[in-house]
């Protein structure tokens, strides 16, 4: 009760203090919710180039740069959530060469760049299970590519002011 009042007092009238009793199973599963990302829930078309993995539970693929563009404006920040990293300026250093290359030789992009590792607690692929399909992965969080992903969103707005022919490219 002491520390109810003492943090209403501190916090003024607008707090609303709860209290439970909690088993230390029960706390650290609260403390957990509490401070592990949620991540979003995207879709996009997914090329395979490996089986699934029941196993492990993976799945390695590509995705165009305009759907993680895409994502990123979408979802900001929230889609980097377990990132160690957050997004840089995309006007200097290498992110700068990322949005080049994508405006300006696309093609190649591909052969530039290391790719993007996310994780996320569930996929489910729409339709059939075909070579490409689109697929709806829910919790997906970028852990490596927080660089990667901003620069390609950034170009993506430059491209959409080129026109539909830039943004196709990419």
């Not at 395979?48 to 993680?68: W, Y």
């Not at 979802?75 to 060469?97: F, K, M, T, Y």
């Not at 059939?128 to 390609?152: E, H, W």
């Amino acid at each position: 009760k002491y520390a109810e009042q003492q943090a209403v007092k501190a916090a003024g009238d607008e707090v609303t203090v709860e209290t439970r009793f909690l088993v230390l199973e029960d706390f650290t599963k609260e403390l957990l919710r509490a401070v592990t990302p949620a991540g979003v829930e995207v879709t996009g078309e997914f090329i395979h180039s490996r089986g699934t993995d029941a196993q492990t539970q993976s799945l390695q693929g590509a995705i165009s740069a305009k759907v993680l563009g895409e994502w990123y404006k979408q979802h900001g920040q929230g889609l980097l959530d377990d990132n160690v990293r957050v997004a840089l300026s995309h006007d200097s250093g290498v992110n700068a060469e990322i949005v080049h290359t994508l405006l300006e030789d696309p093609w190649n992009f591909w052969f530039f760049h290391k790719g993007v590792t996310a994780l996320c607690e569930t996929w489910k692929f729409s339709g059939a299970d075909a070579r490409v399909a689109p697929v709806t992965f829910c919790g997906l969080r970028i852990v490596d590519g927080a660089q990667s992903v901003s620069s390609i969103a950034a170009a993506l707005e430059k491209a959409e002011q080129k026109g539909p022919t830039a943004v196709a490219d990419m």
